[in-house]
């Protein structure tokens, strides 16, 4: 998973955590092969639903460069508002990494000016 997108997950987690259909939601990232059967049986094993999306949230970063595309089509077939969240998110990182880099190469160009 990207550094922007681990921040995304990040950023939204406190929203993530109240409003997701965690167990609806581990259900499609098994079939999926996002996670195994030994990490389902961690999440669903928690005690409440909050402690369930904690555990697929710290999860999620860790299991290879499509869980966040999955995590994300999940999201957009059945709670689409929290994808919104995210999408907006991403974007808005993207945005603020590319003005620092423009920003920096600037910076650099104008000092081997000097």
């Given at each position: 998973m990207s550094k922007t997108h681990k921040r995304a997950l990040k950023t939204n987690v406190s929203k993530l955590?109240?409003?997701?259909?965690?167990?609806?939601?581990?259900?499609?990232?098994?079939?999926?092969?996002?996670?195994?059967?030994?990490?389902?049986?961690c999440i669903l094993?928690?005690?409440?639903?909050?402690?369930?999306?904690?555990?697929?949230?710290?999860?999620l970063p860790t299991r290879g460069e499509q869980a966040f595309t999955v995590f994300c089509n999940y999201l957009r077939k059945h709670q689409d508002w929290l994808v919104k969240l995210l999408e907006e998110n991403v974007h808005s990182i993207m945005?603020?990494?590319?003005?620092?880099?423009?920003?920096?190469?600037?910076k650099r160009f104008l000092a081997d000016k000097k």
């Open positions: 955590e109240v409003d997701l259909d965690v167990a609806r939601c581990v259900q499609y990232l098994w079939q999926e092969d996002v996670i195994t059967d030994y990490n389902k049986e094993s928690q005690p409440t639903t909050r402690a369930k999306s904690k555990e697929l949230l710290h999860l945005g603020a990494e590319k003005k620092g880099f423009k920003e920096t190469a600037v």
